[in-house]
DNA sequence: CTGAAAGCGCTTACAG
DNA sequence: CTGAAAGCGCTTACAG
């Protein structure tokens, strides 16, 4: 099989130590023993194992990623974030890619404790009972990225959403909307569904603007459901000027549903996005969104896990992490003159 | 630390052999024993280390894969599928995004020999002598998805490009165009590079139409790119009709220039892609596409990477693994009546 | 500075 | 059916 670290020591003549020595860059290895095993190591291709490695060591430099859909493009960017942080710090990444399927994470996270992962990040809210007892008594440092489940305690990187989704809809607001529609997220999750829920609906109410429910559906964030959402709400006798989307692949669901009834945005409905992902310039109109630093939370996130890994237990974040958001206006808004 | 074996085996007042043996599934193991020891692992929650189990087994149960950019639909796709099918085979995913740095995938070709995975799956072409050096004497099995390097001889699994892009052509040729431009890939491909162009050349040549270089444009094959090819196609004195770009993602590109040079699509130019990823259902109007089987690639991909895993080199897939491809009318397109 | 020996947490012949 | 012992490929005290 594969040339191992007693061929090389023999090649060389010299013992395992020593090979194992210059292989950790010890030094009180003579130059001359040095040079040998180095020549060795070269002709004979050697690697180390890094399994036998972990085995002696107890470390993997493993971090375990679960991600409920890749294909998502807010996912995907802090994924190739969290990859590049992580590999900049000798970490490798066992990637998980759920896709809604609960028993897949279960399975996962038990994987991720056979090969004996040093942290876990999570980027999804539907934490079950089972799931929550698991983790909890996993004895390895978890984080939350861009989430933020209820009921558990672990660390969250995420913005303020609450007042994220404020500005959002002052944003409309500003603009002279009066009949602002909402597509939310998951009340499951605190961040993304509960507040910017709660942050559309009091900056309507301190605009001493009407919540009206018929323009008030809730997605999964993806496309599809803000296609499907708001064509609920175009079924609907009046219909606002404004809709307010949680998600940028929901706002461009909303747009497409619009454009296929054959109405304008920003014409006829204005829409506003949310996360800043890489969709809002791709489509046309450009879209308006509330920025979350996608690529920042990622190396945040791996950044905390690694304080979390190597402090084991002792590090205090202080609490959950909370990036800057930021509005980006583009083209799917317009001023309404005369509301 | 952790529990391990020993402990399960204590507590259960047996040897860790018997231990063993249930976790494995061994008969000849008495039914009471059976049951103290599951009893004792359900009460330690002892979970067996695969690091431990890899260095006896040599078997890692790991799969390297290196994907060019994973924030591109198309590969999240892919990789969604790998991930999918490797899972349900009980292999995990050890993800590399290289993003073009040639360095960063030497680097992680290292990690995956030191990590001793069982195989390697490569979705990019950037092959360069020292990379094909290394993946030859690696003595890992090698699956290349949906590219074909030159000078390499490892399998790839694609679609017959040629014949695509020929019916890619052909499609806008029946349509009535005669002014037909092109943005092209990477011609270090074989496939989606040169095989893509040649076949969009002899499609126009066999029907007796002129091949006009000002309306042809390489990129590679990201939105920026179709964006910028684009634009330098309509900066010609005259214009073609039609655009047919090797990638969804160039043809958004292009499409996305014509908007934002005020003509429109497929009113003044009609736009094909290829891929057949996400993204065609995504923009207004949907993009007409040659679709490759994406998500079918990937398990292919990995299945036919898993024979080569358990043949041990000894398996014969018949060389590159050819994909069905599939033309897809969307409305980027339209029929011109006066040439 | 260098090497023999023990040990990381498992599995697998080998005996019984 | 069950267990003691060797071994997977490394690192790390411990001696010298």
Chains 1, 2 share one sequence.
């Not at 539907?126 to 978890?142: A, D, G, Q, S």
């Not at 009921?151 to 009066?178: C, M, N, P, R």
């Amino acid at each position: 099989m594969a040339v191992k670290i007693k061929d090389v020591a023999k090649k060389a003549g010299v013992s395992v130590t020593t090979v194992s020595r210059v292989l950790n860059g010890e030094k009180y290895v003579k130059d001359d023993l040095k040079l040998r095993v180095n020549r060795a190591i070269e002709e004979l291709g050697y690697v180390p194992s890094q399994i036998a490695r972990s085995l002696v060591s107890r470390k993997t430099n493993l971090i375990g990623v679960i991600v409920p859909d890749i294909t998502s493009n807010f996912y995907s960017t802090i994924l190739s974030s969290i990859e590049e942080t992580a590999s900049s710090n000798g970490y490798n990444l066992l990637v998980c890619n759920i896709s809604e399927d609960i028993d897949k994470e279960f399975k996962y996270l038990t994987i991720f404790k056979e090969m004996r992962v040093e942290g876990i990040v999570i980027m999804h809210e539907k934490i079950n009972e089972e799931i929550r007892t698991f983790i909890n008594k996993l004895n390895v440092p978890v984080i939350f990225s861009s989430v933020k489940p209820m009921d558990q305690e672990f660390i969250s990187v995420i913005i303020d959403d609450y007042q994220a989704a404020y500005e959002a809809t002052e944003h409309l607001i500003g603009l002279g909307h009066e009949r602002i529609g909402f597509i939310g997220g998951d009340m499951r999750d605190i961040t993304s569904g509960q507040n910017r829920y709660s942050g559309y609906r009091n900056a309507l109410t301190d605009h001493k603007l009407k919540i009206v429910y018929e323009w008030i559906r809730f997605g999964d964030y993806k496309v599809q459901s803000g296609y499907d959402m708001m064509r609920e709400i175009l079924r609907g006798k009046q219909l606002p000027t404004a809709v307010f989307a949680v998600s940028d692949d929901m706002a461009v669901g909303a747009m497409n549903c619009i454009y296929d009834h054959k109405l304008q945005v920003p014409g006829d409905i204005s829409v506003v996005g949310f996360d800043g992902s890489q969709l809002t310039e791709l489509v046309r109109p450009r879209l308006s969104s509330m920025e979350q630093p996608i690529y920042e939370m990622g190396s945040v996130t791996v950044g905390t896990l690694l304080k979390l890994i190597s402090a084991e237990g002792e590090y205090d974040s202080g609490g959950d992490i909370i990036m800057k958001h930021r509005f980006i206006a583009r083209d799917s808004c317009r001023r309404i003159v005369n509301p």
